[in-house]
């Protein structure tokens, strides 16, 4: 019994150390504090695409707990004072023996040789992002339409700057994606084992804006439109993280194995949806469908419509 009891107790210390000493395959670096930044947009708007494409993941703010990872994923840009030295070569090496290295806004010149790039500069005027969907297809496998393709950065009727934005000249980098006027928005290299991946801007102007309703109006329509933008860089990082960690788990959109699963929602902010309530309503019921209806409450006259239930309640 007594032999029994200390091979548990073995195995049990054996379990707790191991668990101690995991680390997630993804890593969020997170450098907000080091640069003295006011907010932390740019890691909220990062945390958001990991959510959203359903992965698992660290977040840290030491360069050593984040290299003990496959995949690291900065939340901040990385100016020349960002890092240290030996930060600098830890990070260096992290890629070269196998690691997977994602930066946003790169200034560092020390580091441009691992992104495969010898030199950057600030651009405010670029309006549009073009995805080399046909060099790159499993990493853009779900961009199959031509506004996803091609998202905007800004409306340049509207405005006369843009987001903030870099772009970066390529040495041995593969250019991934390319502002409307040819320079190099996102790029990849190949460094020893590993993989770098430089963008040219901030999360938080891709990610944040849009939620805020600050996205220097670059939606191209103005209601019931398609607008792809925030998926679509969605879709890109989750797309690099899939490329090199293919059995990573991360959560899937639909249940039970199923290849595909049908949302039905309704919209009822208009006098019109409120006359074809019962209509739609009816015909599902009928057919044993459940629907979610999002009913604005709006009892006043305004520019666009009179008050909704008057004429329909009963």
Known sequence: MK???????????????HSQSFRHDITVLDLTTRNAEPTSNNLFS????????????????????AIASKVILTASPIEPTTLNQPERDSLK?????????????????????????SSTKYLANKYSL?????AFPGIFSLLDDDREKTIMLA???KYTYSIDSRYYVPTSADVMARYETNEAAICHAHTGNGHAYVIGFNYEDLILRPQVKRDLSASRGYSNTFEPAQDVFIFTIAGIIRKHLPYAINKHTVPWHYKGALVITHDVDATTSIGMFDDYAGYERSNQISATYLITTHYMHDKIAKNFFDDEYN
């Open 155 to 157: 409306d340049s009727t």
């Open 3 to 17: 032999k029994h009891s200390l091979l548990l107790v073995l195995l049990l210390s054996s379990l707790l150390l």
């Open 93 to 117: 090496a992290f890629v070269e023996r196998g690691g997977i290295a994602i930066v946003h806004y790169l200034k560092d010149a020390k580091l441009f040789s691992t992104f495969g790039v």
């Open 130 to 134: 073009t995805f080399d969907t046909g």
């Open 46 to 65: 990062l945390e958001h695409i990991l959510k959203s494409a359903g992965f698992s993941y660290s977040v840290t703010t030491s360069v050593n707990e």
